[in-house]
């Protein structure tokens, strides 16, 4: 795919939804951080079904600390590996409270020191609570960049440097949404919805269904 094409697919994106932002619900950068942690192999529905009972009661590290751990695993029971998720949202709060007056840090090498925060993780909270230009390519932007052609790659390492070589400066910020959105909703893994698709005129993709 050539630089034309790829400007041509953000630029889409943009017009289409020029203010993109995750489904998780958050109001400040530690909740989302949490909320990405019970993320993992789990929907955003579900996590902010889960955090709509937590936050209210924990939303800093020292208050999720304190919090009863039973009340904990209740509020997450639902979710995915639920108990691991708990056990890592309080070391990670453990860790927090190490840190200047417990702030989420802003590199990712420290976020990754944080149980249960891996690259991915560390992208969408420096990408959305931050505001770097970072990419997280979870499942959906992985199957996205392969089937459209935009940024073909082995695994999602070797995909996210590609995004950030190929994505165009002026877009880079909200690839990360537009991209998870695009195979949440549209592309999707079992058949995507290349009707209604706004780029399937760029897309290279050659199973195209209609």
């Known amino acids: 795919m050539n630089s034309a094409k790829r400007r041509a697919i953000f630029a889409c994106f943009q017009s289409a939804n020029p203010h993109p932002t995750t489904e998780l619900e958050y109001h400040s950068p530690f909740e989302l951080l949490i ?13 902010n079904i889960a955090t709509r009972k937590l936050f209210p009661q924990a939303n800093t590290p020292g208050k999720m600390l304190a919090l009863d751990e039973i009340f904990l695993i209740e509020c997450i029971k639902h979710i995915g ?48 609570a931050f505001g770097q230009p970072t990419i997280a390519v979870d499942t959906h932007i992985f199957r996205v960049a392969n089937r459209t052609g935009l940024a073909p790659g082995k695994n999602v390492l070797e995909v996210e440097r590609k995004l950030l070589k190929v994505v165009p400066a002026e877009f880079r910020l909200d690839a990360h949404h537009w991209l998870i959105l695009h195979g949440r909703y549209v592309c999707k893994a079992r058949k995507p919805d290349c009707s209604h698709c706004i780029i399937n005129h760029l897309c290279e993709f050659k199973g195209k269904t209609f």
């Open 35 to 47: 909320a990405v942690i019970l993320s993992a192999q789990a929907t955003d529905k579900s996590v």
């Open 81 to 128: 590996l639920y108990k691991t998720k708990a056990k890592n949202i309080l070391a990670t709060c453990q860790l927090l409270m190490q840190y200047d007056q417990g702030d989420v840090p802003r590199t990712r090498e420290l976020l990754e020191k944080l149980p249960g925060v891996g690259r991915k993780t560390a992208n969408v909270i420096l990408n959305t």
